[in-house]
């Protein structure tokens, strides 16, 4: 199975900015060919959707709380996933996740099959 790797995350102030990237550690994996997705999970909470993005970036879907201050985009010559966030807010203080998928615009975990680790994100006030 894949082997997603984030990296980016960090302590910001409210208001400041991060770029998570997310890319898989082996060479056969088919990165163009899936969905993408970013999800996070803080401190007490269950895990929840962020973001995700088609196959060749034509189409992004995002929760609500996120929509005008985050951007998805993916770049597939580095194989490489990315979340801009932009504006940020004590509550967006969590541990952000990758993930990949075989269906499009879908905000439900369970279609999603392979993660990393997820990296930090502490936004302080």
């Known amino acids: 199975q894949v082997q997603l790797v984030e990296s980016g995350g960090g302590l910001v102030q409210t208001g400041g900015s991060l770029r998570l990237s997310c890319a898989p550690s082996g060479r056969t994996f088919s990165f163009s060919s899936y969905v993408m997705g970013w999800f996070r999970q803080a401190p007490g909470k269950e895990r929840e959707f962020v973001a995700t993005i088609t196959w060749n970036g034509g189409s992004t879907y995002y929760t609500d709380s996120v929509k005008g201050r985050f951007t998805i985009s993916r770049d597939n010559a580095k194989r490489t996933l990315y979340l801009q966030m932009n504006s940020l807010k004590p509550e967006d203080t969590a541990v952000y996740y990758c993930?990949?998928?075989?269906?499009?615009?879908?905000?439900?975990?369970?279609?999603?099959?392979?993660w990393g680790q997820g990296t930090q994100v502490t936004v302080s006030s």
């Open positions: 993930a990949t998928s075989r269906y499009a615009n879908t905000r439900n975990e369970r279609e999603y099959d392979a």
